[in-house]
């Protein structure tokens, strides 16, 4: 079974300050992995995945296979930041099903 | 830009009643999700469909139903709601590679 742990519900961080959001996955093949973003009063929507190795909004996230974990990260911290953020998995078996961590919101402290 | 629409954003209905969320998305997406998003659970897959009158059970099933009888209108039934079905519902189409587009969501309560 495919599970993705994101272990912290609430992260505050002060403007300008670095910023990590964590997310572990436990899958025994070749994972895909995203995070998803969601804004007040917005959609939620694709921020980036791991196979693209793209920047977007100064975020980045790396796939370490050998610790499962994909954490987002960013240098700066912006108010614009402050949302909810989702990790997610999709398996390498041509299905599109994603599974969900149960999400982190960001707050940026002015 | 593709847009996926659900029917209605906010809903109360009353136990036993059977209720019916509606999603259409205006792109030609085979595959369509419907996700309940709770605090501290995240989101929960219900049910998928990748093909006209196709559908699969996601990890939440019970209690639901689906329907796809056209490709762009993907329908979420509750049977016969309870109060435990109180939940943002969120559907979203798909165009492959795990890029998903979501709808607005659909807020509902049962009382």
């Known amino acids: 079974a495919q599970r993705v742990t994101q272990p912290e519900k609430l992260l505050s961080v002060f403007k300008g300050a670095p910023v990590e959001l964590k997310c572990n996955y436990s899958y025994s093949g070749s994972p895909e992995l995203f995070w998803y973003v969601q804004y007040s009063r917005q959609r939620l929507q694709l921020l980036l995945r791991?196979?693209s190795r793209e920047s977007i909004k100064g975020f980045t996230a790396d796939l370490n296979k050998g610790e499962t974990s994909f954490h987002l990260k960013k240098p700066f911290a912006q108010e614009e930041d402050s949302a909810m953020y989702y990790c997610?998995?999709?398996?390498?078996?041509?299905?599109?099903?994603?599974?969900f961590g149960t999400g982190t919101r960001l707050t940026i402290i002015p | 830009d593709v847009k996926v629409t659900q029917s209605s954003r906010y809903l109360v209905k009353r136990t036993g009643e059977k209720v019916f969320l509606e999603c259409v998305q205006d792109m030609d997406h085979e595959n369509m999700f419907w996700y309940r998003q709770d605090p501290g659970l995240g989101l929960r897959l219900i049910y998928f469909s990748y093909d006209v009158k196709m559908k699969e059970k996601g990890d939440i099933p019970e209690g639901y139903s689906v329907s796809r009888e056209k490709k762009e209108r993907f329908s979420l039934i509750l049977e016969s709601a309870s109060t435990n079905q109180t939940s943002m519902y969120l559907c979203?189409?798909?165009?492959?590679?795990?890029?998903?587009?979501f709808g607005s969501g659909t807020r509902l309560t049962v009382v």
């Open positions: 979203a189409s798909s165009q492959g590679q795990g890029r998903y587009t």
């Open positions: 997610a998995l999709r398996s390498n078996f041509g299905n599109e099903k994603l599974t």
């Open positions: 791991h196979i």
